[in-house]
């Protein structure tokens, strides 16, 4: 534009110099002066007025550029005064909203379904295959009575691989969906988990709840389930802590969770290797609108945040 209008403007000057220098041609080099400063004028003029238009869109760029896709999207609305710009980053941000939206809803709907299936899995696990062992266990049993003493030593080792495979299986099936946490809500699931890990790991552990998970929805309770059984199981598994601080806070429909070990910590920036334990973490939180917040370095402990809105 600038271009353009720099030509027209010299072709202007020079025709209407054409047309003076017929009736004046006595001072050339000064209608050349005159010439060569009005275009400059124009030049300058015209990338001024056009740098003034175009200044809001560039910041508007910007700003939509600093924009990350993986996150919640805080885009604010400065109220351009250049309309067709407002309304730009209006119409922008109902598209954020919108795609905001429907990755809460899709997510959701992920989330759900997937517990869906393992609730699914669960209870096939516990009523087929569960039966079959207890069915295989029944005629060990019938078995030992009429076998002879030499080989009762071997029906006794099968009875008991039986009955370590079924205690394996009612495990599994409670870790792939708790029926605590169907049955009797988020907080004795939670409570079984703790005493669960003080169990099979010795570590001490310390739950402090406050609030009540009633208003929370089923969403964010799974969610908020699932943080603490894979960040207590890690604090089990990789910590080597002495003691386990679990405490959880509800406040109407919003809650805060944190998990503090004291054990041997980590790099979460170097050491996170190839387990999904943290990334799965971060994506449910994530997919109820919460965030998660990892706290971790070597020698001084790990300490986890989920804030779920
Ligand atoms: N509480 C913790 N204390 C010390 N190290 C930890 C702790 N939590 C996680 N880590 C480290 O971070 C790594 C990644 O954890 P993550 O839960 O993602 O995977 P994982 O537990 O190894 O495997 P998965 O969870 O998939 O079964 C772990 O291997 C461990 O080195
Ligand atoms: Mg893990």
Same mark, same amino acid.
């Given at each position: 534009?600038?271009?353009?209008?720099?030509?027209?403007?010299?072709?202007?000057?020079?025709?209407?110099?054409?047309?003076?220098?017929?009736?004046?041609?006595?001072?050339?080099?000064?209608?050349?002066?005159?010439?060569?400063?009005?275009?400059?004028?124009?030049?300058?003029?015209?990338?001024?007025?056009?740098?003034?238009?175009?200044?809001?869109?560039?910041?508007?760029?910007?700003?939509?550029?600093?924009?990350?896709?993986?996150?919640?999207?805080?885009?604010?609305?400065?109220?351009?005064?250049?309309?067709?710009?407002?309304?730009?980053?209006?119409?922008?941000?109902?598209?954020?909203?919108?795609?905001?939206?429907?990755?809460?809803?899709?997510?959701?709907?992920?989330?759900?379904?997937?517990?869906?299936?393992?609730?699914?899995?669960?209870?096939?696990?516990?009523?087929?295959?569960?039966?079959?062992?207890?069915?295989?266990?029944?005629?060990?049993?019938?078995?030992?009575?009429?076998?002879?003493?030499?080989?009762?030593?071997?029906?006794?080792?099968?009875?008991?691989?039986?009955?370590?495979?079924?205690?394996?299986?009612?495990?599994?099936?409670?870790?792939?969906?708790?029926?605590?946490?169907?049955?009797?809500?988020?907080?004795? +699931?939670?409570?079984?988990? %703790?005493?669960?890990?003080? =169990?099979? &790991? !010795?570590?001490? *552990?310390? /739950?402090? #709840?406050?609030? $009540?998970?009633?208003?929370?929805?089923?969403?964010?309770?799974?969610?908020?389930?699932?943080?603490?059984?894979?960040?207590?199981?890690?604090?089990?598994?990789? +910590?080597?802590?002495?003691? %386990?601080?679990?405490?959880? =806070?509800? &406040? !109407?429909?919003? *809650?805060? /969770?944190? #998990?503090?070990? $004291?054990?041997?910590?980590?790099?979460?920036?170097?050491?996170?290797?190839?387990?999904?334990?943290?990334?799965?973490?971060?994506?449910?939180?994530?997919?109820?609108?919460?965030?998660?917040?990892?706290?971790?370095?070597?020698?001084?402990?790990?300490?986890?945040?989920?804030?779920?809105?």
């Amino acid at each position: 534009m600038v271009a353009a209008n720099v030509v027209l403007v010299t072709l202007t000057l020079v025709a209407a110099g054409l047309v003076g220098g017929l009736e004046n041609s006595s001072d050339d080099r000064w209608q050349l002066l005159i010439l060569v400063l009005v275009i400059l004028l124009t030049f300058c003029v015209n990338v001024w007025m056009l740098q003034r238009r175009f200044a809001p869109l560039e910041h508007l760029i910007d700003r939509i550029e600093r924009i990350d896709p993986s996150e919640r999207s805080t885009f604010e609305l400065a109220g351009d005064p250049v309309a067709e710009i407002d309304r730009l980053a209006q119409s922008f941000r109902r598209l954020l909203q919108g795609v905001d939206d429907e990755r809460r809803r899709s997510g959701k709907l992920v989330l759900r379904a997937q517990e869906e299936e393992r609730r699914r899995v669960a209870r096939d696990l516990h009523d087929e295959v569960n039966q079959s062992l207890t069915a295989i266990l029944l005629r060990l049993e019938a078995l030992a009575q009429d076998t002879p003493a030499e080989r009762l030593e071997e029906v006794v080792e099968l009875k008991r691989l039986a009955t370590q495979a079924m205690d394996e299986l009612l495990n599994l099936a409670r870790q792939l969906r708790p029926t605590a946490l169907d049955d009797h809500g988020l907080l004795p +699931a939670i409570e079984a988990q %703790v005493r669960g890990l003080e =169990e099979r &790991s !010795g570590i001490q *552990a310390r /739950l402090e #709840i406050s609030g $009540d998970p009633a208003f929370l929805d089923e969403e964010k309770q799974t969610v908020i389930y699932r943080v603490a059984q894979e960040a207590l199981a890690n604090a089990g598994r990789h +910590a080597h802590a002495r003691t %386990v601080a679990l405490a959880l =806070e509800v &406040s !109407g429909e919003a *809650a805060e /969770l944190r #998990i503090r070990d $004291d054990g041997v910590g980590f790099d979460p920036v170097v050491s996170r290797g190839d387990g999904l334990g943290l990334d799965g973490m971060v994506e449910r939180a994530r997919l109820v609108g919460g965030e998660l917040d990892l706290r971790s370095s070597p020698g001084a402990g790990t300490e986890l945040t989920l804030r779920v809105p």
